[in-house]
């Protein structure tokens, strides 16, 4: 097969799998975090709560500047440098003795995730070729979901077998992993980074502009993230609680595994319709599916209920994410696609970190069932706010004759 047509090459598969690891580490701690928060440290529930929102607070102020350290250093440059301070921090959790030391190490490693997920998604982006981006990309994030899946499992399980310096010592391994895969892996444009690295650098500095840290044609589809992000963060915070009230907490890990399963099985069929019908036909689809799963979710007071909602969940959001992702990534100029992926993964971020804590207070207040069914409306109402930044927008763009990057409606 021609080059410019082969998807899996040893560089896409490498930057495939180290994004699984770094992602596996992730969730791995995100899941099991707030119980050494609460056992080990002796903090509060609040304080377990604020080990992760610091995490993402780092993540949401160094991600704008991912897509600009590309921009001037290299893809791969940043690449190298994200992937071993991700590496560094995650070694830091054994040197953590008190609370204030982890939330420390906490905003450290969330800022080098940050850059190094943006970089390495950037990366791929860069290997695969033009005709195949939006299967690429599905493909791409599947490893992503994949580490979503496994890593809260396997935290879990070791935690409860092992303790929480068998769960760390894992996630070093990982981040090891993922910079050792990461580093290995060459994009096309490597060279050509490499060889303009000097008269880049040799401009003068220029006014920090938030176009330099951001891509305007990326936003509207990333707000349409952000609603989606907001919802979603209501699933994976509280999913263990919300079925340990509905007395069927023993099936809350089973509800993850008919999520991950109906994620990762529609995945390449998804991917190749991407780069063949109108991404509305799998946008809005996908968006009733995601949003009937969160109102079934909201009902589940049997086993049956929580794991059919499980998978219709996962089919929907297996289903929009990469959709969103490649719309974001192609709405830019090719060399800008790094900002357009920071620039979703940010508005994304935002979105997880203000709906976990709004949904929280909303759920004290009048219960997982609402707050379910509020998160189902939430979906829904994304429609039309894909409809009015990104559908609408585009069909006037085609009409008045302006080139589509995706297929028109």
């Known amino acids: 097969m021609n080059q410019r047509?082969?998807?899996?090459?040893?560089?896409?598969i490498k930057i495939c799998l180290s994004s699984f690891f770094l992602f596996f580490a992730f969730y791995m701690l995100a899941t099991a975090l707030s119980t050494y928060v609460t056992n080990d440290l002796h903090g509060t529930n609040t304080q377990a709560g604020l080990a992760m929102?610091?995490?993402?607070?780092?993540?949401?102020?160094?991600?704008?500047?991912?897509?600009?350290?590309?921009?001037?250093?290299?893809?791969?440059?940043?690449?190298?440098?994200?992937?071993l301070l991700y590496l560094l921090f995650s070694f830091a959790y054994f040197g953590v003795f008190g609370y204030a030391a982890l939330l420390l190490v906490r905003f450290l490693h969330g800022g080098?995730?940050?850059?190094?997920?943006?970089?390495?998604?950037?990366?791929?982006?860069?290997?695969?070729?033009?005709?195949?981006?939006?299967?690429?990309?599905?493909?791409?994030?599947?490893?992503?979901?994949?580490?979503?899946?496994?890593?809260?499992f396997a935290g879990l399980t070791i935690t409860t077998e092992w303790g929480f310096t068998a769960m760390f010592v894992l996630c070093a391994a990982c981040s090891l992993l993922a910079f050792l895969l990461g580093?290995?892996?060459?994009?096309?444009?490597?060279?050509?980074?490499?060889?303009?690295?000097?008269?880049?650098?040799?401009?003068p500095a220029a006014k920090l502009s938030w176009r330099e840290l951001?891509?305007?044609?990326?936003?509207?589809?990333?707000?349409?993230?952000?609603?989606?992000?907001?919802?979603y963060s209501g699933l994976v915070t509280f999913m263990s609680v919300y079925a340990h009230e509905q007395a069927i907490d023993q099936y809350a890990s089973y509800f993850f595994?008919?999520?991950?399963?109906?994620?990762?099985?529609?995945?390449?069929?998804?991917?190749?319709?991407?780069?063949?019908?109108?991404?509305?036909?799998?946008?809005?689809?996908?968006?009733?599916?995601?949003?009937?799963?969160?109102?079934?979710?909201?009902?589940?007071?049997?086993?049956?209920?929580?794991?059919?909602?499980?998978?219709?969940?996962?089919?929907?959001?297996g289903a929009l994410l990469p959709c969103f992702q490649t719309i974001a990534v192609l709405a830019a100029p090719a060399e800008r696609r790094g900002l357009a992926t920071a620039t979703f993964y940010l508005?994304?971020?935002?979105?997880?970190?203000?709906?976990?804590?709004?949904?929280?207070?909303?759920?004290?207040?009048?219960?997982?069932?609402?707050?379910?069914?509020?998160?189902?409306?939430?979906?829904?109402?994304?429609?039309?706010?894909?409809?009015?930044?990104?559908?609408?927008?585009?069909?006037?763009?085609?009409?008045?004759?302006?080139?589509?990057?995706l297929s028109a409606s």
Not at 118 to 144: C, D, Q, V, W
């Open 257 to 317: 595994v008919c999520f991950g399963v109906m994620i990762v099985l529609p995945r390449p069929i998804i991917g190749r319709l991407l780069d063949r019908v109108s991404e509305h036909l799998i946008v809005y689809p996908s968006i009733a599916v995601f949003a009937a799963g969160m109102l079934l979710l909201s009902q589940a007071d049997t086993p049956a209920l929580l794991l059919v909602s499980g998978a219709v969940i996962g089919l929907g959001y």
């Open 347 to 405: 508005l994304f971020d935002l979105g997880y970190g203000i709906g976990s804590y709004s949904l929280g207070a909303l759920a004290s207040g009048y219960g997982y069932n609402v707050m379910y069914m509020l998160c189902a409306a939430i979906i829904a109402l994304s429609s039309v706010i894909y409809f009015v930044l990104h559908h609408r927008r585009k069909r006037l763009a085609v009409a008045a004759g302006e080139p589509s990057v």
């Open 53 to 83: 929102t610091v995490f993402i607070i780092a993540a949401v102020l160094l991600r704008p500047f991912a897509g600009q350290l590309m921009g001037s250093f290299g893809e791969r440059k940043i690449v190298t440098i994200s992937l």
């Open 183 to 203: 580093v290995s892996a060459k994009t096309p444009s490597s060279r050509q980074v490499e060889h303009d690295a000097r008269p880049k650098l040799a401009k």
């Open 5 to 12: 047509t082969t998807l899996w090459s040893a560089s896409f």
């Open 112 to 152: 080098s995730f940050a850059v190094a997920t943006t970089a390495t998604n950037t990366a791929a982006i860069g290997i695969m070729p033009e005709s195949r981006k939006g299967e690429g990309i599905s493909y791409f994030s599947l490893f992503m979901s994949l580490a979503m899946v496994i890593g809260p």
């Open 214 to 231: 951001i891509e305007r044609k990326a936003v509207p589809i990333a707000l349409s993230g952000f609603v989606v992000a907001f919802a």
